[in-house]
């Protein structure tokens, strides 16, 4: 919990989140990038490794890196959480294993474990485990931001139904 609570500090103060994922935990990475409005920050989750190194190397002070890799050793994840950790990026990981490599270039690390052998074939459960942290993390946001932030959010999904059901209203 208090991993959750420091990560949801730094959402907080951060003029940017950018979550990393690749292979399975682009899922996750995804995921994060279609709550964009709870967090109320500008947000990404680049799907291509030369384009999230891009984003790392540019990203503003205080930014937040969001490293996934169930495994901790997915290569473009711990390159680009080190480049982060580097510039002084503050680096939140989101991983199965406490004693991973991606972990020694986080400020604050949540480990997930799921007990599952992702050597021999990828089953689901490490994505949904990293899916609840990010509806926790998400939930966390929300409620911290409190009442400005639930109206403008409430406000935004009026206006998405509206928008779905065939237009936008004058």
């Given at each position: 919990?208090?991993?959750?609570?420091?990560?949801?500090?730094?959402?907080?103060?951060?003029?940017?989140?950018?979550?990393?994922?690749?292979?399975?935990?682009?899922?996750?990475?995804?995921?994060?990038?279609?709550?964009?409005?709870?967090?109320?920050?500008?947000?990404?989750?680049?799907?291509?490794?030369?384009?999230?190194?891009?984003?790392?190397?540019?990203?503003?002070?205080?930014?937040?890196?969001?490293?996934?890799?169930?495994?901790?050793?997915?290569?473009?994840?711990?390159?680009?959480?080190?480049?982060?950790?580097?510039?002084?990026?503050?680096?939140?990981?989101?991983?199965?294993?406490?004693?991973?490599?991606?972990?020694?270039h986080v400020d604050v690390p949540i480990v997930v474990r799921t007990f599952e052998n992702t050597d021999?074939?990828?089953?689901?459960?490490?994505?949904?485990?990293?899916?609840?942290?990010?509806?926790?993390?998400?939930?966390?946001?929300?409620?911290?931001?409190?009442?400005?932030?639930?109206?403008?959010?409430?406000?935004?999904?009026?206006?998405?139904?509206?928008?779905?059901?065939?237009?936008?209203?004058?």
């Open positions: 919990m208090s991993a959750l609570e420091r990560a949801v500090d730094l959402f907080e103060q951060a003029p940017s989140i950018v979550f990393l994922g690749f292979g399975a935990s682009n899922v996750i990475a995804f995921d994060a990038a279609q709550k964009v409005a709870v967090f109320g920050r500008p947000l990404s989750a680049p799907t291509d490794p030369h384009q999230a190194y891009m984003t790392v190397a540019t990203l503003p002070p205080g930014a937040v890196v969001v490293a996934i890799s169930n495994t901790g050793r997915t290569r473009e994840v711990v390159q680009l959480a080190e480049l982060a950790h580097e510039r002084g990026l503050p680096v939140v990981a989101i991983t199965g294993y406490d004693e991973s490599e991606l972990l020694q021999r074939y990828t089953p689901s459960a490490s994505r949904i485990a990293g899916l609840a942290v990010i509806d926790a993390l998400a939930a966390a946001v929300a409620v911290r931001r409190g009442g400005e932030h639930a109206e403008e959010f409430r406000a935004m999904k009026e206006g998405l139904r509206e928008f779905r059901e065939g237009g936008m209203k004058d």
